[in-house]
């Protein structure tokens, strides 16, 4: 099933962040994994944006080098987490469509917030149709819109019609995060005109898989979670050696020669 026909249903889709994180991931059964800016970022050693700014800590450069290498080791399609398409303009988010083609990814996510304030709606608009051009008939293009996210003043209503004006200009799933109550989550389903994908993991939120697939969810993410999880693994390792000396941490690594077979049929 191609990337575009899992949109006709419902799936779930992780993010890794490296070619051994997507190799795992894969193999656990999904139908499609994403990459996570942040968890990119993460483990090379920076911010998921820097700060004060607000602006990507990791370039274009960096972020595609990264891509390529997780694209190149996924036997199944990958959605790629394009930030902003890495400029204001919108010859800039088509020039960063194409870079995705070519890495290889099946789909990409076109946010509206440049790491300080939402772009204006109509640059908006013109953004996403910039992108739909570049992206031809195969390529899924997914466009975010973060007023929810980002606790502004902003609307339920205000996002709804953001990601209609978004699917108008041509974008095939419409992602609002940020919201996690059920009612919203169905409001957002019923209102949207296209397919909807929600991210599991941000904040405290106890929404299940099954919780969004009841509420008609068509997608579901989970942003840099997992690679935050992996890295908490690793500090609480660092903590029991400093403190108890003990290795309890090892009881949940999987096996050296499962990995080393795992990855040689990758």
Known sequence: MTFRELHNGFFVMPNAWDAGSAVVLADAGFP????????IAFS??????TLPDGAPAVSREDMFARVREITAASAIPVNGDLEDGYGSEPEKVAETITLAREA???GGNIEDYDGRELYDVELSVERIVAAREAAGPDFVLTARTDGQLLRTPTSLQDSIDRANRFHEAGADCLYVPGVNDLKDLATL???????LNVVLGLGSSTLTVADLQAAGVTRISLGGSIARAALGLVRRAA????TTGTIDFAADQIPQSELNQLFARH
Do not use: F, M, R
């Open 32 to 39: 499609a994994i994403a990459t996570t800016s942040a968890g």
């Open 44 to 49: 090379l050693g920076k911010g998921d944006h």
């Open 104 to 106: 290889g990814l099946a």
């Open 189 to 195: 389903v019923n209102e949207i005109a296209g397919p």
């Open 239 to 242: 903590q029991e050696l400093l």
